[in-house]
């Protein structure tokens, strides 16, 4: 054990490997709509008739289907906007399909929202075949929480094994603090005791 009551250091590991691990078992997939369930347009429907179909009201996205493959993925939001749009076939108004919009269902959930800003829909490929959604509400299911958890918690060791190297006693870091800020801290770990 050590001098400040640790067992081992949290730190100790190979956190390249551990970050790779943890992105293999928490995957797209898990959070991603497949076939039977996905909701899906055909390519020659109408825009107007999409727009004003209660089937469609709740979807930002859409993948757009040409006879039982995906071909291309439409935003739901810009083809509401754009009122002279309604006699046109979805077929004109859908993204294609390339590179911005496909994830592998094996790709971490990091992965995604590493760049879910920018794109917030993917479609997703699984094994061969591509037949599924990913969208950034998505990121309010379970199995996202245990990838935040792991950030979260690797942030915080790197932040307490960097103030017990710098620090030596509690005192030391706490001096650095407002008045009002170190009596906040003094009142929470009162209630802790």
């Not at 407002?178 to 770990?189: A, D, F, L």
Request: neutral net charge.
């Amino acid at each position: 054990m050590s001098m400040k009551g640790w067992g081992s250091d949290p730190l100790a590991i190979d956190a390249v490997s551990a970050f790779a691990s943890m992105e293999a078992s928490s995957t797209v997939g898990l959070i991603s709509t497949f076939e039977p369930n996905l909701i899906f347009c055909r390519e020659d429907d109408l825009v107007g008739e999409i727009r004003e179909s209660d089937r469609y009201r709740r979807f930002d996205y859409l993948p757009v289907k040409r006879d039982r493959c995906i071909v291309g993925l439409l935003s739901l939001e810009s083809a509401r906007s754009h009122s002279n749009a309604a006699r046109d076939p979805v077929s004109k108004h859908m993204k294609q399909i390339d590179d911005t919009i496909l994830i592998a269902s094996d790709a971490g959930i990091l992965s995604f929202i590493e760049h879910a800003q920018e794109y917030p829909c993917r479609l997703v490929l699984s094994g061969m075949k591509l037949n599924g959604i990913v969208l950034l509400s998505d990121l309010q299911k379970l199995p996202v929480r245990s990838s935040i958890f792991f950030l979260i918690t690797h942030l915080e060791l790197l932040i307490a094994t960097t103030m017990r190297s710098k620090f030596k006693e509690d005192t030391d870091w706490l001096n650095l603090l407002s008045v009002n800020r170190q009596s906040k801290i003094e009142e929470k770990w009162s209630r802790l005791k």
